[in-house]
């Protein structure tokens, strides 16, 4: 296995942030920054739920902020395929059809194949300290019955394999992959289910260990097509004011 220079994984203990792909985030603290995160990082940990409502009045009374402001970035969660617009009807938390769920699943299955062949042939014996120290606290989430976490650490250690391709170009369009499939689980996964199984996760990172690119490709090709299949058709509406739901009350 090559030796080459560490790469950083994402920090498992903060929210996963909108980049590259997503590349009209700004990752600075102005206030349309500030919504957008907000906005973004509920989807990620299943607190928004595909088809909420975020009426301008309340979001506008929620950050302070003028109608004009909150336009501003609902269309910028409109051109990251986070939020819908619908005419004279106001935004919602964007609906996956099930045909773009299929097409999505179908483009997140390539992309990892070639991100996972050459984190595997990037990957340093510290790269893999890393992976196994986040496994750990997936490990330890899922004892405590802890989903909003449980689904934020797994979605890291995908884009955590990413950085170890070390290609920024691939890292940016799975952002974009894992935002999309965090909505489509959080519709259809049905409620208690892991959003990627752990188990999955530890062979995934045994073969990049021993260097066996071509299991871990199998593996990760495997453990997607697992997840896409355990999708439901079913959701339920949420119950709780948006305040709650964005994590600010």
């Known amino acids: 296995m090559p030796r080459s220079r560490t790469a950083r994984l994402p920090a498992v203990d903060t929210p996963l942030r909108p980049t590259g792909a997503l590349s009209s985030v700004d990752e600075g603290d102005d206030v349309e920054s500030r919504i957008y995160r907000a906005v973004f990082d509920s989807v990620m940990n299943q607190r928004l739920t595909p088809g ?13 902020v003028s109608r004009s402001v909150v336009r501003k970035v609902l269309q910028r969660l409109a051109h990251d395929h986070i939020v819908q617009l619908r005419p ?4 919602i938390i964007a609906v996956p059809s099930p045909e773009e769920t299929r097409q999505i699943f179908e483009a997140r299955r390539g992309l990892e194949a070639i991100i996972v062949n050459l984190a595997t042939q990037n990957a340093t014996a510290r790269d893999v300290a890393e992976l196994r120290k986040q496994l750990k606290q997936e490990h330890d989430a899922m004892n405590r019955f802890d989903q909003p976490a449980w689904a934020r650490l797994a979605s890291s ?7 170890l391709a070390r290609n920024p170009i691939l890292e940016r369009y799975l952002v974009e992959m894992v935002s999309r499939c965090s909505l489509i689980v959080a519709l259809y996964e049905p409620p208690g289910n892991a ?7 530890e062979r995934i990172v045994d073969c990049v260990a021993r260097g066996d690119a071509e299991g871990a490709v199998q593996l990760m090709d495997e453990h997607l097509r697992e997840l896409e299949r355990n999708v439901s058709v079913q959701r339920a509406a949420p119950d709780r004011t948006l305040a709650h739901l964005l994590g600010m009350a």
């Open 157 to 163: 250690f995908h884009l955590g394999l990413a950085g």
């Open 195 to 201: 959003a990627c199984e752990h188990e999955e996760h």
């Open 52 to 64: 909420t409502k975020l009426p301008e009045s309340s979001l506008c009374e929620l950050f302070g």
């Open 88 to 91: 004279n009807r106001g935004a």
